[in-house]
């Protein structure tokens, strides 16, 4: 089976710009977090997705959105990219609540 | 805002010995608990977790945690440590749809 896939694993962009990073879950599973990782730190929730609706949101201003598609794949958009936003983007993929299987993840460079 | 603590940022270990890393969160309802693994190279894994019940939960490759509600700790132990545990463990709690993780504790085993 494969596991939770995203693209691309890695992206240059520059301030201003906006980028778009998608995420495909285990087949099955119907919930879909997206979590940024700058080095040294840990994950910070960005936002959860269940049957398409948004459930959580964390701390991160409005250039950040996501949705969810019918077929349970995620994107995750940031508009208005800042240097400050470039980090490892992950996404995990669960049935439910049971705990979460990661992405690899996508880099960000903002520059 | 819930927040969770790691107090170790490093620990450095010899092959054998026991290993206890603490987790401390500070939301005071109702939180799932997650330990997570991340190997060199590789994405973060589900090392183990707690929903309710026992609070000695166990998990994959020997290791184990202890729920200590009144201390709101979610302490990781293995009795003996391999080389092959090195790598970086994340602490995470989860409420209302919003997960929470800790800065990481990298654990270095010498053979």
């Known amino acids: 089976d494969a596991g939770v896939t995203q693209s691309p694993t890695h992206l240059i962009k520059t301030r201003g710009q906006q980028v778009t990073l998608r995420c495909s879950p285990i087949?099955?599973?119907?919930?879909v977090s997206w979590y940024q990782q700058v080095l040294g730190q840990g994950p910070q929730f960005i936002f959860q997705y269940y049957e398409k609706e948004e459930r959580g949101r964390g701390n991160f201003p409005d250039r950040f959105s996501a949705r969810q598609f019918p077929n349970y794949s995620s994107e995750l958009n940031v508009n208005a990219l800042l240097l400050g936003d470039s980090a490892l983007y992950l996404c995990?993929?669960?049935?439910?609540?049971?705990?979460?299987?990661f992405g690899s993840g996508t880099r960000l460079t903002v520059v | 805002a819930q927040s969770v603590s790691q107090h170790n940022h490093h620990v450095i270990l010899s092959e054998a010995a026991s290993l206890e890393l603490g987790c401390n969160y500070s939301?005071?309802?109702?939180?799932?608990l997650f330990w997570y693994v991340q190997y060199p190279g590789q994405h973060l894994q589900l090392l183990l977790k707690y929903f309710s019940g026992d609070p000695l939960v166990k998990g994959i490759k020997g290791f184990e945690a202890e729920f200590i509600k009144s201390k709101f700790s979610f302490n990781l132990r293995k009795p003996s440590v391999q080389w092959s545990d090195t790598a970086e463990y994340f602490c995470?709690?989860?409420?209302?749809?919003?997960?929470?993780f800790g800065d990481g504790t990298t654990l270095t085993v010498k053979p």
């Open positions: 939301y005071g309802g109702t939180v799932n």
């Open positions: 995990a993929s669960s049935l439910g609540q049971e705990g979460y299987t």
């Open positions: 995470a709690v989860t409420n209302a749809g919003k997960s929470t």
């Open positions: 087949s099955g599973h119907k919930s």
